[in-house]
Structures are given as structure tokens and as C-alpha cells.
């Protein structure tokens, strides 16, 4: 069966200190995309970025970065030098690219960074 | 850049009345979906919808909940006979085709009382 582990459910942080989200996945497919979205307190959901399972490369955007490794089922999420403005939950998805496409979703990690 | 549309954002009614929620999907896009989120708790899918018709539903999307496109451009959610438990955040997506990522709407919060 499909889904996500965000064992983390807040962290908090002091501006300018790098933070890493963790984010495990179970799936049967061999096919699959992984998603970051970010949801501020405003409510909506914004997204970060999606991974296809045979892309295992690290991708860097600023100052987030993705470290993909699909040995340990893991999708984990890093801010680097963090900013007040990066307070938000940050959920981790999953949808499988055979049979069904809906985004199974984690529990979230509540990030506040403080001033 | 493009946009999926939410209407209304906050919407407050009685248990037991119908309510719909509605959403305007990018225009070239073919798959929609809508999902809920209760107050503080994970993103949850609902339904997606393909080619006029409902291709998958959780178990939450029971028979008191529907779906339709009434006219190429709108997407709707009705919720037949509300109840306290159905207060959430609505987010409606859609996407091109499955090789594209989902884009979300704002969400209306349904708040029923």
C-alpha cells in the first residue's frame, strides 16, 4: 500500500540555520513521482517540486535542496539558511504513475523559523 | 501564470444543507481532482475526475458527495446534506496529462454549523 512517514511534526529553528524535512514512502510500483508543497498560513497549497522514480539526482533550487534515495525510500527536504518567511507546513506526497494518479499526502511538518 | 479558481473561499451553512463548491480548472487541462483537508490534519483525496466521469473516489466520497462539469469550464463539488464533519478545507487540482505536476486552487474553507 501506498504511503508517506513525515515523522517530524514541528521544528523549530533559528533564522539563518539550515533545516532538513524528512520524508520516507512505501509504494509496490516501480513508476512513481514524489512531491514537496508548501502551505503557508494563508492556506494554500504551493508546490515546491515533483521527482520521478528514475531520477535519483539531487536538485537544488536557491536555497532549497532534494536529496532523493530511493534505497532508503527516503525524499528528504533541505532549507538552507532559513528565513522567517519559510514558516509553513511542508507536506511530502506521493502518486503512483500506474493504475491511480491521486497524491497520497503526509501528515505534515509545522516549520517555524524564529527572528 | 495560469491559475485554478476557487469560489467561494469561505463558505459558512447549516448541517443538513446542501452546499457546492466550485472551481474553474486550467483550461487546457484534462484531469481534475478535489481534495480535503480537515483543520490541522493531512491533505486527503476525495475524487478525480477524467473525461467527463469520476475515475477514482477515496471511501471518504460516499454517496452524499458529487462531482460535475456542468460546461467545459467549470469543475463542482455538491455535498447533498452537510454535516459537522465535513467542515474542512477544499482544494480543487487539475493537470494536463500525467506527465505534468498538479496545480492547486486557494482551497474554500467550508465551515459547517
Known amino acids: 500500500a501506498q504511503k508517506v512517514t513525515q515523522a517530524q511534526t514541528e521544528i523549530s529553528v533559528v533564522e539563518k540555520e539550515d533545516v532538513t524535512l524528512d520524508c520516507v514512502y512505501e509504494?509496490?510500483?516501480?513508476?512513481?513521482?514524489l512531491f514537496w508543497y508548501k502551505q503557508p498560513p494563508s492556506g494554500e497549497l504551493v508546490f515546491l517540486i515533483r521527482?520521478?522514480?528514475?531520477?535519483?539526482q539531487n536538485e537544488i533550487s536557491g536555497r532549497y535542496s532534494w536529496n532523493f534515495q530511493k534505497s532508503t525510500s527516503s525524499f528528504n527536504f533541505t532549507i538552507t539558511a532559513s528565513q522567517v518567511v519559510d514558516s509553513a507546513v511542508y507536506f511530502c506526497a506521493l502518486s503512483e504513475a500506474v493504475d491511480t494518479d491521486k497524491l497520497i499526502f503526509g501528515t505534515g511538518t509545522r516549520l517555524q523559523v524564529f527572528p | 501564470e495560469p491559475e485554478v479558481t476557487q469560489t467561494p473561499s469561505h463558505q459558512v451553512t447549516q448541517m443538513g444543507q446542501e452546499v457546492i463548491l466550485r472551481c474553474v480548472p486550467i483550461s487546457n487541462h484534462l484531469y481534475f481532482y478535489w481534495y480535503r483537508q480537515i483543520l490541522g490534519q493531512k491533505v486527503e483525496f476525495l475524487v478525480s475526475f477524467y473525461n467527463n466521469e469520476i475515475s477514482e473516489k477515496s471511501e471518504i466520497f460516499d454517496d452524499q458527495f458529487s462531482v460535475e462539469r456542468p460546461d467545459g469550464s467549470n469543475f463542482t463539488l455538491k455535498i447533498r446534506s452537510t454535516k459537522l464533519e465535513d467542515s474542512a478545507m477544499y482544494f480543487c487540482?487539475?493537470?494536463?496529462?500525467?506527465?505534468?505536476?498538479?496545480?492547486f486552487g486557494s482551497g474554500t474553507r467550508l465551515t459547517v454549523v
Open positions: 521527482r520521478n522514480s528514475f531520477d535519483e
Open positions: 487540482a487539475s493537470r494536463q496529462s500525467f506527465n505534468y505536476g498538479y496545480t
Open positions: 509504494t509496490r510500483d516501480t513508476t512513481y513521482y
